[in-house]
């Protein structure tokens, strides 16, 4: 089982930025397919985005397109959700999730497919 650790969340004001990390332990890192979903209170999950094995495929929901970018250094074994303009709407709990996949293309977007996890970490925007 990989160990997860997610680091960067906090508390900013409206239009600030925060970067998330997630640093999967798995010797295979590279033959997964990451994503980014939030979760808050009563809801269901949500996806925020995803990227391919290689990072030659990116998806970002229409919801944080054109202000979160995903990427993934394979050599650190870690995923990036770079957040600017930050919205209030934007706070929730977001988590990393990966898959194995032997596609290269394939990005996920149900929080089904996924069956590694991380913990989560807090991102809370004030108005």
């Known amino acids: 089982q990989a160990q997860v650790e997610e680091s960067g969340g906090g508390l900013v004001q409206a239009g600030g930025s925060l970067r998330l990390s997630c640093v999967i332990s798995?010797?295979?890192?590279?033959?997964?397919?990451l994503g980014w979903f939030r979760q808050t209170p009563g809801k269901a999950r949500e996806f925020v985005g995803g990227i391919s094995r290689q990072g030659t495929t990116i998806l970002h929901a229409d919801s944080v397109k054109g202000r979160f970018t995903i990427s993934r250094d394979n050599d650190a074994n870690t995923v990036y959700l770079q957040m600017t303009a930050l919205k209030p709407e934007d706070t929730a709990v977001y988590y990393c999730a990966a898959q194995t996949t032997m596609s290269l293309n394939l990005i996920p977007t149900q929080d089904s497919q996924y069956y590694i996890w991380g913990q989560g970490t807090q991102v809370t925007v004030s108005s």
């Open positions: 798995r010797r295979t890192f590279a033959n997964l397919a």
